[in-house]
């Protein structure tokens, strides 16, 4: 997706002087540089960036500018990616399964450490990966309320069997570390603590002292409500779970945001085709564009609606079915979206803290998808 050289000063500055008729992502690059900064101050150890949350180069490069040398890569082509755009980068490749061949091509790019939830797995590293000065991190999940959506049904092992898995890590000479996630849009620092408390007790019964503990993403964005998440307690928590529970066994820290790094810097401006019969509404973008994760998520619930010359609609909120443009049924936001009464076609309805997948699950469904990315100096 390219990216315009014009700078505007916001959302409605470019509304008001050009033609929108296309979806709009609106990057403010000063809004990311800022939000990484806050992790890298607040965090207590290394912050990488897990770059399936947004894999666009001006945001990698802006992310980097802003501190962060390490990356979360999922797959071989993330991997080239960062490679590309950044060959001193240090990279977790934390997909923890992978075929014999992208194991091969990952260990001739460095990477420095790899996470693992089965036997299986692990013995294909164990076959092809040196030891000496290797990281593996064994995923562990647990049944831990507190996210939006659980990421362990997918991956981690069990804590029980992670015992088995570290002991394995250590015995093969690679230098072992534990890893979880706490799933999505995570705004419970207990959780966080829970994980933690577990994570010491995998390693007392391993009998391994671990070198790293991987706190996963799920730090959450600011994406609905009115007030942002409190990401300072949540670092608290973290820092002072692990050294409360590890001791002087403490293990480093690193975690490998996505969404909570990139989700405010980037805000979505969709343009209303139709209000059928004054009712529902029909917007250019969808469940198969930049609006896929409304199905798992809900509506994004920070947005605004401004009329064709970029003013912002006040009148009395009725609420509405909201449809994207393709010929299927659905494709419809979740719910209903409380919108401006007196919303027509031509409009733009602009939903904020859109930087987390959405330009990387856009789709061609239907001939739609086009994207636009223009620069701002902020979003207000």
């Known amino acids: 997706m390219g990216l315009g050289k014009t700078i505007?000063?916001?959302?409605?500055?470019?509304?008001?002087?050009?033609?929108a008729d296309t979806p709009v992502l609106f990057f403010a690059p000063a809004i990311l540089q800022d939000t990484v900064r806050r992790f890298v101050r607040g965090f207590p150890g290394l912050v990488t960036f897990a770059v399936k949350a947004n894999p666009e180069e001006q945001v990698i490069e802006n992310i980097a500018a802003a501190g962060v040398g390490g990356f979360d890569v999922a797959s071989v082509p993330e991997i080239r990616l960062i490679r590309r755009l950044l060959p001193d980068a240090v990279l977790h490749y934390n997909n923890p399964v992978r075929s014999r061949a992208e194991i091969a091509e990952a260990l001739g790019h460095g990477v420095a450490s790899w996470s693992v939830d089965s036997a299986s797995e692990l013995d294909k590293l164990i076959a092809a990966v040196p030891a000496?000065?290797?990281?593996?991190?064994?995923?562990?999940?647990?049944?831990?309320a507190g996210a939006v959506y659980d990421f362990g049904t997918k991956f981690g092992v069990e804590a029980e069997a992670a015992v088995a898995l570290l002991h394995r890590v250590a015995e093969a000479g690679f230098v072992p570390a534990l890893t979880f996630h706490p799933g999505t849009q995570c705004t419970d620092p207990?959780?966080?603590?829970?994980?933690?408390?577990?994570a010491a007790w995998i390693a007392d019964r391993a009998g391994v002292r671990i070198a790293r503990l991987n706190v996963g993403g799920g730090f959450p964005s600011h994406r609905v409500?009115?007030?942002?998440?409190?990401l300072e307690a949540i670092f608290a928590v973290i820092g002072a779970e692990t050294a409360q529970v590890f001791g002087d066994d403490a293990p480093l820290l690193v975690c490998e945001p996505g969404r909570g790094l990139v989700?405010?810097?980037?805000?979505?401006?969709?343009?209303?085709?139709?209000?059928?019969?004054?009712?529902?509404?029909?917007?250019?973008?969808?469940?198969y564009g930049a609006l896929a994760e409304a199905p798992l998520l809900g509506a994004p619930g920070r947005l605004e609606l401004r009329d064709a010359q970029g003013v912002l609609r006040r009148g009395e909120a009725r609420a509405r079915v909201v449809f994207g443009p393709t010929c299927d049924s659905v494709d419809r936001l979740p719910g209903l979206i409380d919108l401006p009464g007196d919303i027509a076609e031509g409009d733009h309805l602009i939903f904020h803290s859109m930087g987390a997948y959405s330009t990387a699950t856009n789709t061609r469904f239907n001939g739609f998808g086009d994207l636009r990315m223009v620069t701002v100096l902020d979003l207000a």
């Open 8 to 19: 505007w000063a916001s959302p409605a500055d470019y509304l008001r002087r050009m033609a």
């Open 132 to 144: 000496a000065g290797t990281e593996i991190a064994v995923r562990f999940k647990l049944p831990v």
């Open 190 to 198: 207990a959780t966080w603590a829970t994980y933690i408390q577990k």
């Open 225 to 230: 409500g009115a007030d942002a998440p409190a």
């Open 263 to 287: 989700g405010e810097a980037l805000s979505l401006a969709t343009q209303v085709r139709a209000v059928r019969d004054g009712d529902h509404v029909f917007l250019n973008d969808g469940v």
